[in-house]
């Protein structure tokens, strides 16, 4: 897949320094009507899941889970200090903390920036009846590879220091040998019938491909902003929200397992 097309106005910025809207995007944010008079009845206490992006932790989605938190959900951390470890550990990890997230409730909703909204869509396919729906924000799901050159060096650096032994981090069999063999297969399954599933994505992201935010079986929504500020972007939160209520247990059919 090519790496972005045309650029015209904002485009035509060297790519990366895009991301240096991160700042304003949070200070438009907090100026929102919709985050600073958040509704506390709109979560009904449901459950999230949220899964940072790759390089980053939990913290990285705190601003996130504090508008959750007001809006009456229930979020809660991947249990991640820094999302670069085993594809096959981190899935595992995930269901095992959707499974205590999700308590007496049916199912749980799990929003995830970029790659960890690829983990949270194969989390869907593996257990439909654990996951309500996805919210993927800046994530390469028809292609993880369709990111920024700097940004795939850091992916591949990262995989040889987990080959040489360094602790927490992926292997490069696990991009392409038999370690996450089986994630990367739930990955390929279609998407689950009774989920939902949305994908948010930014022509203007600096690191990954919009195109590879496309994914068939999701509902796509554009915003403006750069890849960093999904997290603390006004328009992702409008998009959030909407996804959310939808995502409502209660309002779903009863998911149907998609075969292996």
Same mark, same amino acid.
């Given at each position: 897949?090519?790496?972005? !097309?045309?650029?015209?106005?904002?485009?035509?910025?060297?790519?990366?320094?895009?991301? !240096?809207?991160?700042?304003?995007?949070?200070?438009?944010?907090?100026?929102?009507?919709?985050?600073?008079?958040?509704?506390?009845?709109?979560?009904?206490?449901?459950?999230?899941?949220?899964?940072?992006?790759?390089?980053?932790?939990?913290?990285?989605?705190?601003?996130?889970?504090?508008?959750?938190?007001?809006?009456?959900?229930?979020?809660?951390?991947?249990?991640?200090?820094?999302?670069?470890?085993?594809?096959?550990?981190?899935?595992?990890?995930?269901?095992?903390?959707?499974? &205590?997230?999700?308590?007496?409730?049916?199912?749980?909703?799990?929003?995830?920036?970029?790659?960890? !909204? &690829?983990?949270?869509?194969?989390?869907?396919?593996?257990?439909?009846?654990?996951?309500?729906?996805?919210?993927?924000?800046?994530?390469?799901?028809?292609?993880?590879?369709?990111?920024?050159?700097?940004?795939?060096?850091?992916?591949?650096?990262?995989?040889?220091?987990?080959?040489?032994?360094?602790?927490?981090?992926?292997?490069?069999?696990?991009?392409?040998?038999?370690?996450?063999?089986?994630?990367?297969?739930?990955?390929?399954?279609?998407?689950?019938?009774?989920?939902?599933?949305?994908?948010?994505?930014?022509?203007?992201?600096?690191?990954?491909?919009?195109?590879?935010?496309?994914?068939?079986?999701?509902?796509?929504?554009?915003?403006?902003?750069?890849?960093? !500020?999904?997290?603390?972007?006004?328009?992702?939160?409008?998009?959030?929200?909407?996804?959310?209520?939808?995502?409502?247990?209660?309002?779903?059919?009863?998911?149907?397992?998609?075969?292996?």
């Amino acid at each position: 897949m090519a790496y972005f !097309g045309s650029q015209t106005g904002l485009l035509r910025l060297p790519r990366l320094l895009r991301e !240096g809207r991160t700042g304003l995007e949070l200070a438009a944010l907090v100026r929102d009507p919709r985050f600073r008079r958040a509704d506390p009845d709109a979560g009904a206490g449901r459950s999230v899941l949220l899964v940072p992006g790759f390089m980053a932790g939990d913290g990285s989605l705190g601003v996130l889970a504090g508008w959750l938190r007001r809006s009456g959900f229930r979020p809660g951390g991947a249990g991640m200090r820094l999302n670069a470890g085993c594809f096959t550990s981190a899935l595992d990890a995930l269901e095992a903390r959707a499974e &205590t997230l999700r308590g007496d409730e049916q199912r749980v909703a799990i929003i995830g920036h970029s790659h960890g !909204g &690829t983990l949270g869509r194969a989390l869907a396919a593996r257990r439909p009846d654990l996951v309500s729906g996805v919210v993927a924000m800046g994530s390469p799901l028809v292609d993880p590879f369709a990111i920024h050159p700097v940004a795939r060096l850091q992916v591949r650096f990262v995989g040889a220091l987990g080959s040489l032994g360094a602790p927490g981090l992926f292997r490069r069999e696990c991009l392409e040998g038999a370690c996450c063999a089986e994630v990367r297969r739930v990955a390929e399954r279609p998407f689950p019938a009774g989920v939902g599933f949305v994908s948010i994505y930014s022509r203007t992201d600096a690191i990954v491909d919009w195109r590879a935010c496309l994914d068939p079986a999701a509902e796509h929504v554009e915003v403006r902003g750069s890849h960093i !500020g999904m997290a603390v972007n006004a328009e992702v939160y409008a998009a959030l929200g909407a996804a959310l209520e939808r995502f409502d247990p209660g309002r779903l059919a009863a998911p149907v397992p998609v075969p292996a």
